[in-house]
């Protein structure tokens, strides 16, 4: 059974940083394109950030560039997401989701169940 | 990249059928044939319930398609169920490794 569990949210300062991780399980991780999706409060879904199987790729939605990074541990099924100079626009839940195919970025079949993330003073 | 376009709201009746309309452009519905549907319930992770226009996961019910013409992605649900009752959210790949989703459409099954 795929399983995907986050971690790391909380309540933070404006200007301040959190490390999200993502425990993975029930599946290949070393073989899928990895993303990390948020839902700020009563709002929509928003890609933040996509790594390659083998993190040679990253791909950043324009307002965390700079900002968040993005990395994987393949020998520990380990996601990551490091948010650095975190801004309230931050606020949100943040997913950590699996591409559908081997090898290639697509769609996401398993989303975890989401850590929050609270910028506030 | 500007989120996709949904209508904020749908209703309809137990065993009716409703269509959920999500409009984008010629760079992301119209350029790809890479649109998928997710399904959230409240305070739930969402669930891929359509991928490549018309796909189904395995286990997700064939009263869910999907269908695009141009620029326009389409959700059908037939046969709707009290437990349809959710949001859901387009999406589409835009390139570069990257997806845009809609805005969401709740859907209330009155």
């Known amino acids: 059974e795929v399983q995907l569990v986050e971690s790391g949210g909380g309540l933070v300062q404006p200007g301040g940083s959190l490390r999200l991780s993502c425990a993975a399980s029930?599946?290949?991780?070393?073989?899928?394109?990895m993303s990390w999706v948020r839902q700020a409060p009563g709002k929509g879904l928003e890609l933040v950030a996509n790594?390659?199987?083998?993190?040679?790729?990253?791909y950043y939605v324009d307002s965390v560039k700079g900002r968040f990074t993005i990395s994987r541990e393949n020998a520990k099924n380990s996601l990551f997401l490091q948010m650095n100079n975190l801004r309230a626009e931050d606020t949100a839940v943040y997913y950590c989701?699996?591409?559908?195919?081997?090898?290639?970025?697509?769609?996401?079949?398993?989303w975890g169940q989401g850590t929050l993330v609270t910028v506030s003073s | 990249q500007s989120a996709l376009t949904q209508p904020a709201s749908v209703s309809g009746s137990p065993g009716q059928s409703i269509t959920i309309s999500c409009t984008g452009t010629s760079s992301d519905i119209g350029g790809y044939n890479y649109v998928s549907w997710y399904q959230q319930h409240p305070g739930k992770a969402p669930k891929l319930m359509i991928f490549d226009v018309n796909r189904r996961p395995s286990g997700v019910s064939d009263r869910f398609s999907g269908s695009k013409s141009g620029n326009t992605a389409s959700l059908t649900i037939s046969g709707l169920q009290t437990e349809d009752e959710a949001d859901y959210y387009c999406?589409?790949?835009?390139?570069?490794?990257?997806?845009?989703f809609g805005g969401g459409t709740k859907l209330t099954v009155l």
């Open positions: 999406c589409s790949y835009v390139g570069d490794n990257s997806r845009v």
């Open positions: 790594i390659k199987p083998d993190g040679s790729e990253e």
């Open positions: 029930g599946f290949t991780f070393s073989n899928h394109w």
């Open positions: 989701a699996k591409s559908l195919w081997v090898r290639y970025y697509s769609d996401y079949d398993y």
